[in-house]
T-cell receptor, first 114, second 110 residues
């Protein structure tokens, strides 16, 4: 059973607009959440993270929101740029700083239209 | 500073053959990981090593073995490859929760 779910396989957004990628999780023991970006034929690269004690974390154009009661997080990219076209993975960890490995969603393919 | 390197980049095996995927990191990270990614799927954890000298099973360990050779190197071995092991394999390392990934090995088993 999938513990981290990204229900939108793809999302198309116009350049300059806001991109919103969503992620839901079922395991209430998850304590730390991360977003990764992946280009074809490359490994995932870390983008931004958030601890379960926070509800928002911002880094430049990227903001992650966490709604712990709804077990939902979202990644906002504003403004969207052509280089943002990639697959975005939501991931969760049982413990910040823990070494147990991450649980990933299936990914959302973001396409930025010129 | 190369980060995480993986060899080979591509490999084709026949069913029943064995091979070892190599991974090395130069970031002095304690923890290392092996994941596989199948089409339309997220990454799934095969094995991990929280520190030098320890290894543990992840979500999908069957058909694989690992060796943490030293702090830098973590290898993944397929003893008898099966078509179900056709996948892209990613190695990662971390000091905290943020993991850093290698470029991947694309393995096809015929």
């Amino acid at each position: 059973d999938q513990q981290v779910k990204q229900n939108s396989p793809s999302l198309s957004v116009q350049e300059g607009r806001i991109s919103i990628l969503n992620c839901d999780y079922t395991n209430s023991m998850f304590d730390y959440f991360l977003w990764y970006k992946k280009y074809p034929a490359e490994g995932p690269t870390f983008l931004i993270s958030i601890s379960s004690i926070k509800d928002k974390n911002e880094d430049g154009r990227f903001t992650v929101f966490l709604n712990k009661s709804a077990k939902h997080l979202s990644l906002h990219i504003v403004p969207s740029q052509p280089g943002d076209s990639a697959v975005y993975f939501c991931a969760a960890s049982l413990e910040r700083g823990g070494a147990d490995g991450l649980t990933f969603g299936k990914g959302t393919h973001l396409i930025i239209q010129p | 500073n190369a980060g995480v390197t993986q060899t080979p980049k591509f490999q084709v095996l026949k069913t029943g053959q064995s091979m070892t995927l190599q991974c090395a990191q130069d970031m002095n990270h304690n923890s290392m990981y092996w994941y596989r990614q199948d089409p339309g799927m997220g990454l799934r954890l095969i094995y991990y090593s929280a520190s030098e000298g320890t290894t543990d099973k992840g979500e999908v360990p069957n058909g694989y073995n690992v060796s943490r050779l030293n702090k830098r190197e973590f290898s993944l071995r397929l003893e008898s490859a099966a078509p179900s092991q056709t996948s892209v394999y990613f190695c990662a390392s971390s000091m905290t929760s943020e993991q850093y990934f290698g470029p991947g090995t694309r393995l096809t088993v015929t």
